[in-house]
């Protein structure tokens, strides 16, 4: 099937910690028989726009043309504000981009149109799909649902615009409810794989040192810069459990390849997440594939598939270094914790259903 993908998360060539799950779902596809073209609308910006979130990082200066992963990227430019203000504006600027989009496809003609992300992109997305007469998938990664339906000016058009799509994916379960609230008509569940590559898949490994005494290693799996990940909630953590006795060392992600993360997911004592809102968190699934236990506050689908000493009772500093006290003092052996819907197979096969005509 020839599927057009699209997304204002995509992997830049200055940036490629950028929007890794959307480079993780065009291979999926491809890997299923797929022929996917990629089309990463941006915002115009300046360079000192880029420090507003990390995730900006790259964009300012991003070719309109690049390639990934052996494959062209159309990146057309749309007028965006800060804080999403003068949201009319946006809307307005991304659905212009047509033009330039069916002219870079040229005869190829889409099956599908599959959007990643919907604010602004998908109003494009849903432009193209009712040019070629197809069907338009939405993926939803958490920004749309937990803050883009309750956003003053991009929530009224958020809500017009979910039952104008054809179907609506949501990568959590915890968010099919609130798909439907916000105005969704037909949603599904389809989680993200996990892509850790074979030479960094290990059996789960437990903690041996001398009890508060060796060091640990606690990894934090983002970039602290980016606020709903709450890296000040594990830096206190990391405070008290200096305040038992252990001694603590911190290793946080910012924009480093994937094979790097993998690397630091490896020799991690543990790896700590904090966020404040998640949709996976995918970080989670993957550091359990490297080998690595999890403590974690209760976020996203964590509590579907986590052990219960994995998981704190509070958001506070002392809930969560008892947690990694549990986690570091069981014993991991054998255990095999990664949920089966996660796996590359399961999701393919999810996906391949979906895009049945």
């Not at 200055?14 to 065009?26: I, K, L, M, S």
């Not at 054809?166 to 439907?180: I, N, R, S």
Request: one cysteine or more; glycine letters at 8%; charged letters at 25%.
């Amino acid at each position: 099937m020839r599927i057009l993908l699209l997304s204002g998360m995509h992997p830049l060539p200055t940036n490629v910690a950028r929007g890794t799950f959307v480079a993780d779902h065009v291979r999926l596809l491809r890997d299923l028989g797929h022929d996917v073209r990629v089309v990463n609308p941006l915002p115009r910006m300046l360079r000192y726009h880029e420090t507003r979130r990390s995730t900006l990082t790259g964009v300012a200066k991003a070719p309109q043309r690049f390639d990934f992963d052996g494959s062209d990227v159309l990146s057309p430019r749309y007028v965006g504000r800060s804080s999403h203000a003068s949201a009319w504006i946006s809307a307005s600027s991304v659905t212009r981009r047509l033009g330039q989009v069916r002219g870079w496809l040229g005869e190829w003609r889409p099956e599908a149109v599959v959007v990643h992300g919907l604010w602004p992109v998908a109003l494009l997305a849903r432009r193209l799909a009712t040019d070629y007469g197809v069907r338009c998938l939405g993926v939803v990664h958490g920004w749309d649902l937990d803050v883009g339906v309750d956003h003053p000016q991009v929530g009224p058009r958020l809500r017009r615009f979910l039952p104008s799509l054809d179907h609506l994916v949501v990568v959590g379960e915890h968010m099919v409810d609130p798909a439907q609230h916000a105005g969704a008509a037909s949603v599904s569940w389809i989680p993200c794989h996990v892509p850790v590559e074979k030479d960094w898949r290990r059996a789960m490994r437990s903690w041996r040192g001398r009890w508060r005494r060796d060091p640990i290693d606690l990894l934090f799996p983002s970039d602290p810069r980016r606020p709903e990940k709450d890296h000040w909630l594990a830096l206190q953590t990391g405070q008290e459990l200096e305040r038992r006795g252990w001694v603590v060392g911190m290793t946080t992600l910012r924009q480093q390849p994937r094979t790097i993360v993998w690397d630091r997911m490896m020799v991690a004592s543990l790896t700590l997440i904090t966020s404040s809102r998640e949709a996976g968190p995918l970080v989670a699934k993957e550091s359990i594939a490297c080998g690595t236990p999890v403590a974690a506050v209760r976020v996203g689908d964590l509590e579907r598939w986590l052990p219960e000493r994995c998981l704190a009772k509070a958001r506070e500093p002392t809930a969560l270094a008892d947690v990694c006290e549990a986690v570091l003092e069981h014993d991991w052996t054998n255990e095999d914790l990664l949920p089966a819907w996660s796996r590359v197979d399961a999701v393919g096969a999810a996906w391949t259903q979906l895009l049945k005509p």
